[in-house]
């Protein structure tokens, strides 16, 4: 029984962008097991912006191509710098779970290249920001947390527009495409606490088409 029933139905954000409640809570395990094995390949690690700050996020990626950072810019990436080799193949468990929520969001066959995951540590936050260094714009952003309970910021098209602040939780799945893609969002500074399935941390995986 859940006794939360309505924080799992789906929640319109803005034309082309949907909150999924609860979606990717019953492969949570796989999804949690296939993280760690992606990390053991290719750790977490802390990517410098083009100004030269350390992100308190943790990042890596796994599929044909991944997001990274450093002095020179923001790019996507068939190769992880660390190690010189591809990054990690992408999860069926991962493409499937991205496909099935797209097409819940009304985007059909959405395959997606490149999932960033994101691992937050309570203080860690992601200011506001718009995924725009895909060349593809027509495909949505899908976005999986997973572990200690967030806020997500939810803007608009401009920067200038205020967030809306909506609670995410472990499971919870954000589609965003359409007249949304470009769209302001970011996660507010992480609270403490701890996760049964995650302990002290969260996770975020977030695909994209990139080409
Ligand atoms: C992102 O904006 O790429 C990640 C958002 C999140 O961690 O939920
Ligand atoms: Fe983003």
Same mark, same amino acid.
């Given at each position: 029984?859940?006794?939360?029933?309505?924080?799992?139905?789906?929640?319109? +954000? @803005?034309?082309? #962008?949907?909150?999924?409640? &609860? *979606? =990717?809570?019953?492969?949570?395990? /796989?999804? $949690?097991?296939?993280?760690?094995?992606?990390?053991?390949?290719?750790?977490?690690?802390?990517?410098?912006?083009?100004?030269?700050?350390?992100?308190?996020?943790?990042?890596?990626?796994?599929?044909?191509?991944?997001?990274?950072?450093?002095?020179?810019?923001?790019?996507?990436?068939?190769?992880?710098?660390?190690?010189?080799?591809?990054?990690?193949?992408?999860?069926?468990?991962?493409?499937? +779970? @991205?496909?099935? #929520?797209?097409?819940?969001? &009304? *985007? =059909?066959?959405?395959?997606?290249? /490149?999932? $960033?995951?994101?691992?937050?540590?309570?203080?860690?936050?992601?200011?506001?920001?718009?995924?725009?260094?895909?060349?593809?714009?027509?495909?949505?952003?899908?976005?999986?947390?997973?572990?200690?309970?967030?806020?997500?910021?939810?803007?608009?098209?401009?920067?200038?527009?205020?967030?809306?602040?909506?609670?995410?939780?472990?499971?919870?799945?954000?589609?965003?495409?359409?007249?949304?893609?470009?769209?302001?969002?970011?996660?507010?500074?992480?609270?403490?606490?701890?996760?049964?399935?995650?302990?002290?941390?969260?996770?975020?995986?977030?695909?994209?088409?990139?080409?």
């Amino acid at each position: 029984m859940n006794l939360f029933d309505d924080a799992d139905d789906d929640l319109p +954000l @803005a034309p082309g #962008a949907l909150k999924l409640g &609860g *979606f =990717a809570r019953d492969i949570d395990v /796989a999804l $949690l097991a296939a993280v760690a094995d992606i990390a053991r390949d290719a750790p977490f690690r802390h990517l410098v912006t083009p100004g030269g700050l350390r992100m308190s996020v943790a990042m890596t990626n796994c599929g044909e191509a991944g997001w990274v950072s450093d002095r020179t810019g923001y790019r996507y990436e068939s190769c992880d710098p660390e190690s010189g080799r591809p990054w990690p193949a992408m999860p069926q468990l991962f493409r499937d +779970l @991205a496909a099935r #929520a797209a097409a819940r969001a &009304g *985007f =059909a066959d959405f395959q997606p290249q /490149a999932c $960033l995951v994101n691992r937050y540590v309570p203080g860690s936050k992601l200011s506001l920001h718009q995924d725009r260094d895909e060349r593809n714009l027509v495909e949505p952003i899908v976005s999986v947390s997973l572990g200690l309970p967030a806020t997500f910021l939810w803007g608009g098209a401009t920067r200038a527009e205020r967030p809306h602040r909506l609670p995410l939780v472990h499971g919870d799945v954000v589609v965003w495409g359409g007249p949304s893609r470009l769209n302001f969002h970011g996660i507010d500074t992480l609270p403490q606490g701890a996760h049964p399935a995650t302990g002290a941390l969260r996770y975020n995986l977030t695909f994209r088409r990139v080409r």
